[in-house]
């Protein structure tokens, strides 16, 4: 029971990444508040899990890269479940659209909700903690694109690399307040994000191929990974990004 009596806040958490983290966070004892931005019902399955798990949970709605929205989020959580203890930024999204073509809103849209969204959500959660608490955990999500060149991803993967500066940066300035800051980077997860590749029998070989594992990782995985990094396991951990990614980056 790593996290036993926590309260874990995770962005994007009724699908895929998140909802792993979720998962995993509540079997190690946190109780959780699950935020979405489409699917109601899928948050709430989330939450039934971390409740059959005898632990609290709430499902909140909110655009991660609103502050009034983000505000009104936290106070929710602050009052239903108490005071924060860790906050994962897990909620993003990603498109394929070759460079010449990215239009001003689709750059906007995705930096807003990629980028934007952790910088906000991170600042709010720590005016609040430095305010009252002084001490928390905060765990970015990136991708492994922050290292690796895929096509299409001229938009995406400046977003998850600025992860990595935002992550050192914060993390000096939170330190003094008892808040570490660290990153963690998936590679190829088995998410309804990365269907389209899981799914086509002409493209997963080849990218396979380019991994050493020779596998996609799983959503359980990467909420171990995450568990790690939000747990007293990791301490002396702080300003940190970590690949995820099965080898996928050196072969």
Known sequence: MKLENKIALITGASRGIGRGIAEVFSEEGADVAVNYL?????????????RSQGRRAITVKADVARRNEVEAM??????????IDILVNNAGIETIIPFL?????????????????PWL????????????????VILHIGSVQAAKVLPGRTHYAPTKLGLEALT???????????????????????????????????ILPTVLA???MGR???????GRAALFFCCDDSSYITGQSLHAEGGWIGK
């Open 210 to 212: 380019q991994i050493s």
């Open 121 to 136: 959500c991170s600042q709010v959660y720590c005016r609040r903690a430095v305010a009252e608490r002084r001490k928390g």
């Open 74 to 83: 936290m106070d929710r959580v602050w009052t239903e479940l108490g005071p």
């Open 216 to 222: 996609a990782g799983n959503i359980r995985e990467m």
């Open 168 to 202: 050192r940066n914060m993390s000096v300035e939170m330190m003094p307040y008892g808040i570490r800051v660290n990153c963690l980077h998936p590679g190829l997860i088995e998410t309804d994000m990365t269907a389209w590749v899981m799914k086509n029998p002409e």
């Open 101 to 117: 073509e990215i239009t001003d809103e689709q750059w906007t849209r995705l930096v807003d909700t990629n980028l934007r969204g």
């Open 38 to 50: 489409a699917s109601a019902q899928a948050a709430e399955e989330v939450a039934a899990y971390v």
